[in-house]
């Protein structure tokens, strides 16, 4: 596995044992600490299983935190383990377990950092068994012990105390010792506590009367002792009260009392002596706890087989004799209290805490009773905690990183000067700000459910938090912090604190670096080359290939490494392969080789690239060039293709610069030689020296024009050859910002015939014109009608069909007049077919026809059908009130009249308003009644006769289009059917047409036949 080398070095000098493990808890790395934790060799833990050093008796991850570790919802997970060593020793572990994944967030193996805590955990147990022992005891004790605090408020009571007084536990730790001690006795007892503080002795003893809870008086022996604080503040007296009430039982009393001591004595955890100050500390008597203590028995002290002065540290010897000597400071009964460091049998060191009184019982000669103390692991802790107070003050004051304690309310408790110079405020004013006044807005936030278990002690650190914070000059920073709480006996938050790293340059290093690798790699996936690793004897050592090369190559990476070049490519091409690779070693540069080989049955071509590594090893790669190879090839053809079409196009082509050069030329094969110069003739000149020098000017202010638009600049002239003048249509169009292209089309014919069309059209709307009144005037227009129909019809099938030819012939590029006029000149023609087509209707309406029943409704459907496009475009409603279910007529006839008649109502709508047309019906004894009603325009009543006239229109084609027949049709088809049809509207309200046919079907059939 690769480790980055900075972590590398953390990696192997840690003294923590640390150790990589895959997801089957296999070792795959472990540092020395590591080794000497377990007593096992680098080698022997790389084949071992994180199983094989766990006692058998471990509880191991459960898998759900070990799910919940790889998904990332936990960071890490800390369990203690007991572990086997090399030896069959065992130890207490430590064990913090985070897991490594890689940049797209999969697990790669996990990382465990081993905490030997066999100490701890043996220190805990004692400390354990000393509690448990203790508690057996104070509780079995047949001494009454009462500890209250120094406002003498009772906080709690033994069972023989409650006993004594006849309170429960519960009811004594209510009370003030007062309540329980006879009024008499109280004042003296509190003045003896006074003078103990006042003198900073610690023990006292004084007989004194107490009332039970029944009322009853008893007589008590009180033996107190004043618990100090570590600074020696009074915390709490103890007292022990033995009952001497009835003086018959004095006897038995103080047998109880011996056997109450003597039951102290062998539990107590300390050693009771009574010894006579001499000069070898003479011991009258030793409880058994002191061969614990020593490693001596207490008989050999007794008879002085074995001495204090001889097992205490000289250098505390000397203050202890000068402590117990008969000097005139300590006087009869006083105590002392004194620390001092003992040998033991077995060469330790113990710490000793003496505490007792001096009687003089005998003359001069001075007895000392006491109690000792081993209190190593206590001078130990303090030592512990000293150190680790230094170490803290160490880290905290000269530690690079910012580290911040603050209080649940946000307020700085501490802070070092690494937090000054990351935010730029003074120790004075940063500890005034609030943590969260530091905060940016754009900062990330602690989610809820992290946020609450910190707090409530769930989780007593959060590892990696991004935040951003706002220096003093409104800088914005980003860190990654660790943040982890202090907590209370109850587990409540009381600081936490907080180290931050400023990873601001790093963050920067970091996206630079991240888009870097994306880019490589997909550099890399979207390479198409082969890449080779060559050993200089043809080996190959390493190879990538690309998925889309997969194919063609026909072998994986697998297939590649090991084999030789000549086992892979066959002769001659595997061996100038070989001896380009070779060249490439010895010239030290990067040498190209291209060569071709059959692939598939197919010739393709090759690139390769080699550069050395060194004299033995070179890295080539080898490209597939056959489309590049057939695209030169395809190129060479298209560039001769169009020199070709260049060529054989009518236009004249010029290539110039932005001064006016001509930079080449490409003149038709069809333009008369005597009028133009060749092309040879042409390159390299200016248009000033082959154009009028105004012609020039022009044309290089349109050259200039077109290389700064960018547009194509469409422009005409005219020139002189041999005295005719021909005309020109240019097109110019850049190349770049120096180049253009300059196509020039003789259009002199073209003009001729543009003329020659606007006189025919002109003609042709002056014939139209005629036509028009000689219609408007003749009676017998049916007979006109049919025959102009087909007589007309002929000449404009021409004119469309020629004026088509001709715009297929121009382009968008040519002259703008000309497309105009055609598409004038195409318009009208068409226009002139559909008024000939509406007469030709017209006249075919005179025709005979077969009446007969006509389902209606089947007509209206039809006719709403046809204008579905209408309908639509206009969003019109059509109604349909009731109608008869058959009428007598001609379908296709009665038809038109309906749709003439809806087409008119939806086109003459009036503007922003949605048409509507209604259609109803109603019936005489004769016939039946038919009405079209809309919302439109209206229709001024000057002309409700005039619409129903031929060609009369009272709109122009610009505003509706139309012929001016459709309502003459409707007449005419309406008189047919024996009928009659007028119009009823308000300009402005809407139009209503009415029209009626005959129920009698010989009527009908008479009307046809007349006509």
Request: negative net charge; glycine residues 4%; proline residues 2%.
């Amino acid at each position: 596995m690769i480790i980055n080398s900075q972590f590398q070095t953390f990696f192997e000098r840690n003294s923590l044992g640390m150790a990589f493990v895959n997801k089957d808890e296999q070792f795959i790395e472990v540092n020395d600490a590591m080794c000497r934790l377990t007593g096992y060799s680098r080698d022997e833990m790389l084949k071992m299983n994180v199983i094989d050093i766990y006692s058998s008796d471990n509880l191991f991850i459960k898998q759900s935190e070990r799910e919940q570790m790889y998904r990332g919802e936990i960071d890490h997970v800390q369990v203690e383990r007991k572990a086997v060593l090399k030896n069959g020793n065992f130890l207490y572990v430590n064990v913090h377990i985070t897991t490594v994944v890689d940049e797209l967030g999969n697990f790669e193996y996990e990382l465990g950092v081993f905490e030997n805590i066999t100490e701890r955990k043996q220190a805990e147990k004692q400390l354990h068994d000393l509690e448990i022992r203790f508690e057996s005891i104070y509780q079995l004790s047949p001494i009454a012990i009462v500890l209250c605090d120094m406002d003498w408020n009772i906080r709690t009571a033994n069972t023989k105390a409650c006993k004594l007084f006849g309170y429960t536990e519960q009811e004594l730790k209510k009370m003030n010792i007062s309540e329980i001690s006879h009024p008499d006795y109280i004042q003296p007892n509190k003045q003896i506590v006074k003078q103990k503080l006042l003198n900073k002795e610690d023990a006292f003893f004084m007989e004194k009367k107490y009332i039970k809870k029944d009322g009853s008086i008893i007589n008590g022996e009180l033996t107190a002792n004043i618990i100090y604080s570590e600074q020696h503040q009074p915390l709490y007296t103890m007292g022990m009260v033995i009952d001497v009430t009835q003086r018959k039982q004095k006897e038995l009393e103080l047998q109880k009392s011996e056997l109450m001591y003597s039951s102290l004595v062998k539990n107590i955890p300390g050693v009771v002596y009574h010894c006579i100050e001499d000069d070898h500390w003479t011991m009258l008597y030793l409880s058994q706890q002191v061969e614990e203590l020593t490693g001596y028995k207490a008989q050999d002290f007794i008879d002085n087989k074995v001495s204090f002065s001889n097992i205490i540290i000289e250098s505390d010897y000397v203050k202890l004799v000068d402590a117990y000597t008969n000097n005139g400071k300590l006087k009869l009964g006083d105590t002392f209290n004194e620390y001092y460091r003992i040998r033991h049998a077995n060469g330790s060191i113990r710490w000793i805490h003496e505490k007792g009184q001096y009687f003089d019982k005998k003359g001069e000669q001075w007895f000392l009773y006491g109690l000792m103390f081993d209190i190593t692991e206590q001078k130990e802790q303090e030592n512990n905690l000293l150190q680790s107070q230094m170490r803290f003050k160490s880290v905290f004051e000269n530690n690079n990183l910012p580290i911040v304690i603050a209080d649940v309310d946000g307020n700085i408790i501490e802070l070092n000067e690494a937090f000054c110079h990351l935010t730029g405020y003074t120790m004075q004013e940063a500890i005034k700000i609030k943590v969260f006044e530091y905060i940016h807005p754009d900062s990330p936030r602690t989610t809820t459910e992290d946020g609450n278990a910190f707090v409530s002690g769930k989780v007593k650190a959060l590892s990696n938090l991004n935040r951003i914070i706002q220096t003093k000059n409104g800088e914005k920073r980003y860190l990654n912090v660790n943040l982890s709480g202090v907590y209370n006996e109850h587990n409540e938050l009381l600081y936490d604190v907080s180290i931050m790293e400023d990873v601001t340059e790093k963050r920067i290093i970091a996206q630079a670096l991240e888009q870097s690798v994306a880019m490589q790699r997909a550099l890399l996936n979207a390479i198409p080359d082969l890449v080779f690793h060559v050993h200089r004897d043809g080996t190959y050592l390493n190879a990538f290939i690309p998925q889309t090369m997969e194919l063609e190559t026909r072998r994986s990476k697998d297939d590649i490494i090991g084999k030789n070049i000549l086992e892979l490519i066959p002769n001659p091409t595997g061996q100038n392969l070989y001896n380009f690779l070779l060249s490439a070693l010895d010239s030290k540069q990067v040498e190209t080789y291209e060569y071709s080989a059959i692939v598939n049955n197919e010739e393709l071509f090759y690139e390769s690239k080699a550069n050395a590594i060194n004299n033995n090893e070179v890295i080539f790669s080898t490209r597939n060039i056959t489309s590049i190879k057939k695209t030169a090839q395809a190129l060479e053809q298209s560039v001769a293709m169009q020199q070709a079409i260049l060529k054989s196009l009518p236009d004249l082509t010029f290539h110039i610069d932005a001064n006016g050069k001509y930079l080449n030329a490409y003149i038709p094969a069809n333009i008369p030689k005597e009028i133009y110069v060749s092309p040879e003739n042409i390159t390299n000149k200016s248009i000033y020296e082959l154009l009028p020098k105004s012609l020039a000017d022009m044309l290089l202010v349109l050259i200039k024009k077109t290389i700064e638009s960018r547009e194509m600049i469409i422009c005409e002239y005219e020139l002189m050859f041999n005295g005719v003048s021909n005309q020109y249509e240019a097109h110019i169009n850049a190349i770049n910002n120096n180049e253009v292209i300059f196509s020039a089309r003789n259009i002199t014919l073209i003009k001729e015939i543009q003329a020659k069309l606007a006189a025919k059209v002109k003609e042709l709307e002056s014939k139209n014109e005629e036509l028009e009144k000689y219609i408007s005037s003749n009676l017998e227009l049916e007979n006109f009608a049919y025959v102009a129909s087909h007589d007309l019809r002929e000449p404009l099938r021409s004119i469309i069909g020629f004026s088509q030819l001709l715009q297929q012939k121009l382009t968008k590029t040519d002259n703008a007049d000309v497309i105009e006029y055609l598409r004038f000149i195409t318009e009208s023609a068409q226009q002139m077919n559909r008024l000939i087509n509406d007469l030709l209707q017209y006249s075919l309406v005179n025709t005979e026809h077969t009446a007969k029943n006509i389902r209606t409704s089947f007509v209206i459907e039809k006719t709403i059908l046809n204008l579905r496009e209408l309908i639509h475009q206009t969003k019109a409603i059509v109604n349909v009130g009731e109608l008869p279910d058959t009428i007598i007529g001609h379908e296709p006839k009665i038809s038109q009249v309906f749709q003439n008649l809806i087409q008119n109502a939806i086109k003459f709508h009036q503007p922003n308003i949605a048409p509507i047309v209604t259609i109803s019906s109603s019936e005489t004894p004769t016939h039946w009644h038919f009405s079209v009603a809309d919302n439109g325009i209206g229709i001024s009543s000057e002309y409700f006769d005039k619409i129903f006239l031929l060609f009369r229109r009272l709109h122009t084609r610009k505003n509706f289009s139309g012929s001016g027949l459709g309502l003459a049709i409707c007449k005419k088809i309406v008189e047919q059917h024996h009928g009659q049809i007028w119009v009823e509207s308000t300009i402005g309200h809407g139009t209503t047409f009415h029209f009626t046919i005959a129920k009698d079907n010989n009527l009908v059939t008479q009307s046809n036949h007349s006509h």
